[in-house]
Nanobody, 123 residues
Framework: QVQLVESGGGLVQTGDSLRLSCEAS????????MAWFRQAPGKERDLVAAITWSGERTSYADSVKGRFTISRDSAKNTVYLQMNSPKPDDTAIYYCAASIWDGLVAPKRYDYWGRGTQVTVSS
């Protein structure tokens, strides 16, 4: 089992920056590809960004490209989401997820999930 704990959410204004963190514990070797998802009220949970085991490959939703950056520190078993120039549409609960597969896998291939952290962006 892998446990994922998110932190860093909160209330920010448009144009501010925010960094989310997700620390993995337990069988961390099983958390190869890591990702951030988000779910806004009344909407489905969508993939925001993903990063492979080595950190060499990343992917982003079109809506966040150029504004958000995903990274990982394997020594700390932590993945980050740097959110620059957030917009009100970015308001959502952000979830960290891990897949036992290495690669930019489909959303259904994520095996472990955190409980989420709320991000609210005011205009």
């Amino acid at each position: 089992q892998v446990q994922l704990v998110e932190s860093g959410g909160g209330l920010v204004q448009t144009g501010d920056s925010l960094r989310l963190s997700c620390e993995a514990s337990g069988r961390t070797l099983a958390s190869r590809t890591m990702a951030w998802f988000r779910q806004a009220p009344g909407k489905e949970r969508d993939l925001v960004a993903a990063i492979t085991w080595s950190g060499e490959r990343t992917s982003y939703a079109d809506s966040v490209k150029g504004r958000f950056t995903i990274s990982r520190d394997s020594a700390k078993n932590t993945v980050y989401l740097q959110m620059n120039s957030p917009k009100p549409d970015d308001t959502a609960i952000y979830y960290c997820a891990a897949s036992i597969w290495d690669g930019l896998v489909a959303p259904k291939r994520y095996d472990y999930w955190g409980r989420g952290t709320q991000v609210t962006v005011s205009s």
